[in-house]
Every structure is written in structure tokens, then in C-alpha cells.
């Protein structure tokens, strides 16, 4: 098991940016797979990226692919996920998420069992 706290979360105007962190405990954080997900109000939690242990693969949903990057640091055990050209349909609780030597299905939330508690985002018109 690994622990994640996500951090910068906020309130921004449209067409500005974030970076969120997703901080993991433990020794063996470069052999989890990272994933982001949000969910705003009423709404089904949703893939945003994922990026695999060595960083050699990301995904993106369609709806961030261009806007959002994400990058790892295994150095210092942490996810990030910079977030440019926020839109208010962007407004979400954006949540880490991590497990151990993913193989397949990187976009699907079942596929990871560890969590972060999230960080809200709101970006306003």
C-alpha cells in the first residue's frame, strides 16, 4: 500500500493554470503506475492521465490531451499534473491515484487501489 496526498488545488479564471502534486510514501514509488481522475458534482469519477512507473508512457483523456501534462519525479515520489487553458467544465475534485506494477488498463479508476483524499479545483467563467 502507498499513501498519496494531493496539493494545489484552487480557484482560477478561465484560461488560467494549476499544478497539482500528488506526494506517495513508501520505497518503491517508480514501480507504480500514477493516474489522475476527477469528479464534479453529480458526475461519475472520470480518467484525466496516467503516466506508468519509468514515465515512458502517459495517456490522456481527449478532453485534456494538449491543455494538461503529466510528469513524475521518482527522486522525490511525486506525480504532477500541470494544468493550462483551464475551462470551467474543468471544475472537479481531482483525485491521485496509484497501483503497483499496472500493466493494462491505465484510464479505468478500477484498476488502481490506492487514493488520494483529492484537491478541488473550480475555475470560473
Known amino acids: 500500500q502507498v499513501q498519496l496526498v494531493e496539493s494545489g488545488g484552487g480557484l482560477v479564471q478561465a484560461g488560467g493554470s494549476l499544478r497539482l502534486s500528488c506526494a506517495a510514501s513508501g520505497r518503491t514509488f517508480s514501480s507504480y503506475a500514477m493516474g489522475w481522475f476527477r469528479q464534479a458534482p453529480g458526475k461519475e469519477r472520470e480518467f484525466v492521465s496516467a503516466i506508468s512507473g519509468n514515465a515512458g508512457i502517459t495517456y490522456y483523456a481527449d478532453s485534456v490531451k494538449g491543455r494538461f501534462t503529466i510528469s513524475r519525479d521518482n527522486a522525490k515520489n511525486t506525480v504532477y499534473l500541470q494544468m493550462n487553458s483551464l475551462k470551467p467544465e474543468d471544475t472537479a475534485v481531482y483525485y491521485c491515484?496509484?497501483?503497483?506494477?499496472?500493466?493494462?488498463?491505465?484510464?479505468?479508476?478500477?484498476?488502481?487501489?490506492?487514493w488520494g483524499q483529492g484537491t478541488q479545483v473550480t475555475v470560473s467563467s
Open positions: 491515484a496509484a497501483r503497483l506494477r499496472l500493466v493494462l488498463g491505465y484510464t479505468k479508476k478500477d484498476a488502481y487501489d490506492n
